[in-house]
C-alpha cells in the first residue's frame, strides 16, 4: 500500500519560514519524481516545484529565490524549505510521487501566513 505523508504546515507571520515534509511508503521512492503542489481556497492547484530521481529541480516563478526543494532517498523523504513567506502563499501543500506509470498524493497539510 502507498502512502504520502506530508507534515511540517502551520501558521506563520509573513517574512517566516517553514519547512514541510513528505515521507513516502509502499514505492521504491529513489526512482520517482517528487513533487510538491499547492491549492488555495477557490483556485486551481498549481505546481509549486519538483526534483527529478536524479536530483534536477525546478521551481514556479512565484517560489524561486525563497522555496526549496529536496529529497533524502535513504529517507524516502521529499522537502520543501521555504523562506520569506508571504500571504499569498497561503494553501494546502500536497506531494505527488510520479513515474512514467502511475502517481500518488499525500493527504496534504495547510499552510497559513499571516499576522
Known amino acids: 500500500q502507498v502512502q504520502l505523508v506530508e507534515s511540517g504546515g502551520g501558521l506563520v507571520q509573513p517574512g517566516g519560514s517553514l519547512k514541510l515534509s513528505c515521507a513516502a511508503s509502499g514505492i521504491i521512492f529513489s526512482l520517482y519524481r517528487m513533487d510538491w503542489y499547492r491549492q488555495a481556497p477557490g483556485k486551481e492547484r498549481e505546481l509549486v516545484a519538483f526534483?527529478?530521481?536524479?536530483?534536477?529541480?525546478n521551481y514556479a516563478d512565484s517560489v524561486k529565490g525563497r522555496f526549496t526543494i529536496s529529497r533524502d532517498n535513504a529517507k524516502n523523504t521529499v522537502y520543501l524549505q521555504m523562506d520569506s513567506l508571504k500571504p499569498e502563499d497561503t494553501a494546502v501543500y500536497y506531494c505527488?510521487?510520479?513515474?512514467?506509470?502511475?502517481?500518488?498524493w499525500g493527504q496534504g497539510t495547510q499552510v497559513t501566513v499571516s499576522s
Open positions: 505527488e510521487a510520479i513515474d512514467n506509470f502511475r502517481n500518488y
Open positions: 526534483i527529478t530521481s536524479r536530483g534536477n529541480t
